[in-house]
Structures are given as C-alpha cells and as structure tokens.
C-alpha cells in the first residue's frame, strides 16, 4: 500500500508572490522528478488539496489534485487536516492548519513580528497564533535561510534544533519564455532603465528607492517599478507613487524574465526579507544586483551583489552610479551572480525537502 503525502494547495488559489513561487516550484519538480529515482512512485503517492478557486490550475503528471467546493480560513484550519487526517501534511509556507497531527511545514521569515508596520492588524493578529502555534506543534519545520531560523527562534521561541533550512529555488523563470513586449508597451528601452520588483510594502523600501533616484540625477536612464499592492494584507499605505518612475504594476513571468534580462541594474533596497528571490532571480537572468546589507540578503546574495545602506537613499544612489559608471563591475557582478543563482534550483530544494519529508511518511 503506498504512503500518502498531502499537501497543502492554497498557494495556487492566490496571486504569485515568493511563498507560492517557491511553493508551485517544489511541487512542479517532484511532479517532473528530473533526476529519475528521487521518488519512488510505486511506494509514495503526493495529493494536492486544493480550495476553491477561479485559477487555472496546472495539469500535473504524477500529483493527483483533490479539490474542494469552499475556501477561507474554515477550509484551511478545518477541511484540509479532515481531507489530510492520519496521513502527512506539508503546508510549504504558514498558511496552514494549527491543529493537524503529522504536520510539516515551512515558515519562510518572521515578518508578522519583526515587521509589524507592513501588515494590517487582523493579518497579523491571525499569522502571529498560526505561527505560535505551528512551531509548538507541527511535527518538522522548515525554513529559508539562517537568518529566518534565528528570527523564529527570536520572535516565536521555536527551538533551533526543530528547524531546517533549505533554501528555495530561484531558477524558475529559465523555464519560461521571455516576453519583450513589456518593454514596448511601457516604453523602456534594453540597458536604459533600472529595475525595482517586489510587493509595494513599505519594507520592501521603494520610497528609499525613489528618493536614491532623485539624487542619482540621470535623465538618459528610467526607473521601472514591477509589483501589486495587497491593501488587505499591507494595510491602506503601501502604494508609493512617483512621477520619475514608470509604474508596470502586476506583470507575468515571461514579461518579469525580459525585464531582467534587459535592465542595465536590479535594485532591491529592502530593510526585511527571509530570503530574498527577487535579487537571485535578477542574478539568474544576468543582470547585475544591488542590494540591501540587512536581514538575508547577504546570505542569499553572497559577495555577487553590491551592497548598500538602505536607510541611506544617498548610499543607494551612490551604489547605482558605481555600477553604472564602470562596466567592469558590473560585467563581474553578472559573471558571479549566475555562480550564485545557480545554488538556488527548485530541483535542489525540492530534493532536499522529499528527503527529509519522506522520514516521517
């Protein structure tokens, strides 16, 4: 008889952020098991709950997806570990059920706590008990990176010997078609723009980004700003306007990949992240990085990236003009950043968690 691992599918009922990227990774990889005998498909069998949703959702090749008629919390906290009951559940990020036996999940940072000004208070008030919870109770965690780990340990005194990091995947868009379009569209020409991409949360510091760009004082160059606001989640103040910038908002996969490609810099002046994908993922598509020195980002970014102060928008400003005053770093910074970026594969990550999954199977 095979064992069954379930796993937690809310990720594809909602919109593409870094948690459901690294969630929808895991799961296409062990659908696709490039490296032929990761899972033996004739002793374990993975089924995907799914809420209710208008989404499209992927057709899969070994992964059999079980939906459900309702969603919400009702559906998460109290269908999923009844669908799940007596068999393993993997919740791949914190929106999971609390009161689950034989419970695995990842927590990706502790941002609720550390963070508390980018979340609306019932967002907040709920995530800060599911994450109490969860670390008290689940039967393994995972996490992201060493800094998430003693965050967690800090915020929610999860016992370090409890966690697990494994880094997530950040090679997805190298599968995907790039979509140059987008450049027309929002008239930005290759190597003319420098790039921003993230959530428009107040940590993820576009106003610092901005103001750098006020003192970088180049008018030959744009500054392009990809990513959708969440008001529910991220409160009413999140959106930053500017009328020196163009604003692309929400943008697919093959457009994010062409923008990559095409900037002349990626900057990413966040004062909080867990991991930090965007940077990896710019690394992957050959575009030169700068970063923030805070939270993981030097972790995930190692010596590819140049590192600036985010609370300084004048140290920012000045990191961008060393770029792009000598081609010379920037071409090393693309060299070292595709060294980089190769650590980081869904199929490594996605490896590493089906063998440490399958122990409690």
């Known amino acids: 008889m095979k064992k069954i691992l379930y796993v937690n599918g809310k990720f594809l009922s909602q919109a593409t952020t870094g948690v459901q990227r690294y969630a929808a990774g895991v799961v296409e990889a062990w659908d696709n098991d490039l490296d032929c ?14 809420p209710k ?17 309702w969603g919400g919390r009702l559906w998460e906290q109290v269908e999923l570990p009844l ?4 068999d393993v559940l993997f919740s791949p990020y914190a929106a999971a059920p609390v009161f689950k036996s034989r419970h695995i999940v990842t927590i990706h940072d502790a941002g609720v706590s550390a963070t508390p000004e980018q979340y609306s208070r019932l967002f907040r008030a709920y995530y800060t008990a599911v994450y109490w919870s969860l670390g008290k109770f689940c039967t393994a965690l995972f996490t992201v990176s060493r800094f998430s780990k003693q965050e967690l340990h800090n915020y929610f005194f999860i016992p370090l010997n409890k966690m697990m990091v494994i880094p997530p995947g950040c090679d997805h868009l190298l599968n995907i078609p790039s979509s140059p379009d987008i450049l027309k569209r929002f008239s930005l020409e290759s190597g003319k723009y420098i790039l921003g991409v993230s959530s428009q949360s107040p940590v993820k510091n576009f106003a610092g980004l901005i ?7 180049r008018p030959e160059l744009k500054l392009a700003i990809a990513g959708k606001a969440n008001s529910r989640v991220f409160g ?3 959106s930053l306007r500017d009328e020196r910038t163009v604003w692309l908002g929400y943008v697919s996969d093959g457009e994010l990949r062409a923008l990559y490609e095409n900037a002349s810099i990626f900057v990413y002046p966040s004062f909080y992240e867990g991991f930090g994908i965007p ?3 710019a690394m992957t598509c050959g575009c030169p990085v700068v970063v923030a020195r805070s939270s993981a980002l030097p972790e995930s970014c190692g010596d590819a990236a140049l590192y600036c102060d985010p609370s300084s928008p004048e140290d920012i400003a000045e990191k961008i003009a060393a770029l792009l005053d000598n ?7 693309c060299a070292q950043g595709r060294l980089q970026a190769a650590r980081f594969t869904n199929q490594e990550t996605a490896s590493m968690l089906w063998f440490e999954i399958q122990k409690y199977l």
């Not at 989404?55 to 459900?68: A, C, L, M």
């Not at 669908?83 to 007596?86: M, P």
């Not at 103001?211 to 004082?217: E, I, P, T, V």
């Open 37 to 50: 005998g990761r899972i033996d498909r004739s002793a374990y069998s993975i089924r995907l709950i799914v």
């Open 53 to 69: 949703t208008e989404r499209e959702i992927p057709q899969y090749k070994h992964i059999e997806v079980v939906f459900s008629s």
């Open 211 to 217: 103001q750098a760009w006020k003192f970088l004082g």
């Open 236 to 238: 009413s103040k999140a």
């Open 83 to 86: 669908r799940s009951a007596g």
């Open 279 to 281: 940077p990896v993922e």
């Open 327 to 333: 081609s010379g770093l920037a071409q090393k910074l």
